[in-house]
């Protein structure tokens, strides 16, 4: 079956690599310049460089370093890379040109605002669309990741809650909800208080209703919810939120599922965070840089932090004058470089943001649909932008979760991710995204059945995975508790 899909893998050419310390040889030089025909300048000693070591290194010696090291990983370049709730998807490349535009990228953070009109203009009109796609009222882009527009987004529903004279102590957290959550409210000095999914992996409003007194700040709802489900009695969970003195936070990092067809305001949010990173692509992993958005409801724009983008006739201005502010979150005004691939991002897609949702949503349902005859499905629903799987039918085989996800390496593919969320059992949670074509699809699930049907009739091939790679199987404790940190 499907023979041309063999052609993925990752067998072929691996090269070794040693560290530049043993490539060096004294000597070498990355440039040539003509001899010197002047005197050599004296230089003071105290300006005079200290002899470190660092390897002689030809300019071919360093370009094929870290070529080669590159070759060692897999991006979202190299193929499909279906990393539940971390949207990896394609990035267009003239994002980054964008954004690597002198004009952009060597603005010097502490330049006067009349000379950086542009950049505070773009930044300005960013604010404007993600108002105009989540339906909410205000905005702030300091936040410089998921996590810390959560931080942030908390800090104001703290804020809100003192200004009124109520400081409260608990928050609603869902067993759903992604694990920054509990996280974040506990930083911000709230105790988190978990509540239960039902039976379709998503709210119901009875349990709401049992824990939501006085006593609790609101709700932080992750929607749709990391099972991939799109919460929906989230308008009638929110009244009752609403109703006893709360508000309603959503956790939109995957707004990718959404964007232009479910309005958060109309639908109860207060606060909302999205991870301009994930859904308005730019290239993220390995820790950023990102940026989380947080976006309010007309009470709480008071509260955003400073210093705020205003505009005052023609003028862009930073400005502070807003009291009830939480202040700063970030140094400056964030991570400006994900801000202008975002804002080329959203301006080149323009109404196709919505097909886009309608296409991540489509891939992840065509996957769970063929997929669910070979892998445990625990609920039986249409899903969003992904789909989880149980390890229930790898058992019998006597293979986990993570054999499967390492064989799949061995196919060319980037590993699901796999134990998330925690109410599954052996969880495999797949998000293909939007750009993946039909044709990668497909070899996804035919290497997916391929491994299913390697571990019956050879189980010892998924325990041994990954057989092609540099790299084999690592001793993942053994590595947890005795990192390699030095360079050399
Ligand atoms: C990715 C993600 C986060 C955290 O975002 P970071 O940018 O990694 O801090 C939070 N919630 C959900 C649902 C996510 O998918």
Not at 29 to 57: F, H, N, Q, T, W
Not at 129 to 136: A, C, F, N, S, V
């Amino acid at each position: 079956m499907l023979e041309e899909f063999k052609a993925q893998g990752t067998k072929g050419l691996v090269m070794e690599e040693v560290l530049l310390w043993e490539t060096g040889k004294k000597g070498r030089i990355g440039y040539s310049l003509p001899p010197l025909d002047v005197k050599e300048a004296e230089i003071p000693g105290e300006l005079k460089r200290k002899e470190i070591d660092i390897p002689d290194l030809s300019e071919v010696d360093v370009v094929r370093h870290y070529t080669r090291l590159s070759t060692w990983n897999f991006g979202v370049d190299t193929g499909t890379y279906p990393l539940g709730s971390c949207t990896m998807k394609y990035n267009p490349k003239i994002n980054e040109q964008i954004a690597a535009k002198e004009e952009f990228a060597k603005v010097h953070p502490l330049t006067p605002e009349d000379m950086v009109q542009g950049p505070l203009k773009l930044m300005y009109n960013l604010q404007e669309l993600l108002k105009e796609i989540t339906g909410l009222d205000g905005v702030t882009l300091q936040p410089a990741a998921g996590a810390h527009g959560e931080y942030t987004g908390i800090r104001i529903i703290y804020a809100y809650h003192k200004k009124n004279g109520k400081p409260k102590k608990k928050i609603l957290i869902p067993d759903t909800a992604h694990g920054t959550n509990p996280a974040s409210s506990a930083i911000c000095g709230y105790k988190p208080v978990k509540i239960s999914s039902n039976e379709n992996g998503i709210l119901s409003v009875d349990e709401v209703e049992k824990y939501m007194d006085e006593d609790t700040a609101g709700i932080m709802v992750t929607n749709p919810n990391t099972l991939g489900l799109f919460e929906e009695n989230i308008r009638q969970i929110a009244d009752i939120i609403h109703k006893r003195g709360g508000l309603v936070y959503c956790d939109g990092a995957n707004l990718n599922a959404i964007m232009g067809i479910v309005d958060l305001k109309k639908s109860g949010i207060d606060v909302l965070h999205i991870n301009l990173h994930k859904t308005f692509s730019a290239p993220h992993g390995g820790g950023g840089p990102g940026s989380g958005p947080v976006c309010v409801r007309d009470e709480l724009v008071k509260f955003l932090p400073c210093p705020r983008i205003v505009k005052q006739n023609d003028k862009f201005v930073l400005s502070y004058d807003f009291p009830d502010s939480i202040g700063r979150v970030h140094s400056f005004y964030g991570n400006f470089g994900v801000m202008v691939k975002a804002y080329c991002y959203i301006l080149s897609m323009g109404s196709l943001l919505k097909k886009a949702s309608q296409l991540a949503v489509l891939n992840a349902n065509y996957i769970k649909e063929n997929l669910k005859q070979t892998l445990h499905l625990p609920y039986h629903r249409p899903c969003m932008h992904e789909c989880v799987f149980s390890d229930k039918d790898l058992g019998k085989y006597k293979v986990t979760t993570l054999d499967l996800a390492k064989r799949l390496i061995d196919y060319g593919f980037h590993p699901p991710t796999i134990y998330f969320p925690l109410v599954v059992h052996g969880a495999i949670m797949i998000e293909p995204t939007e750009t993946e074509s039909k044709e990668n699809l497909d070899r996804f699930i035919w290497a997916i059945k391929e491994i299913v049907k390697e571990a019956g009739k050879d189980p010892e091939i998924l325990l041994q995975a990954p057989h092609n790679t540099r790299i084999k199987r690592l001793d993942e404790v053994y590595a947890a508790r005795h990192p390699v940190l030095k360079g050399y």
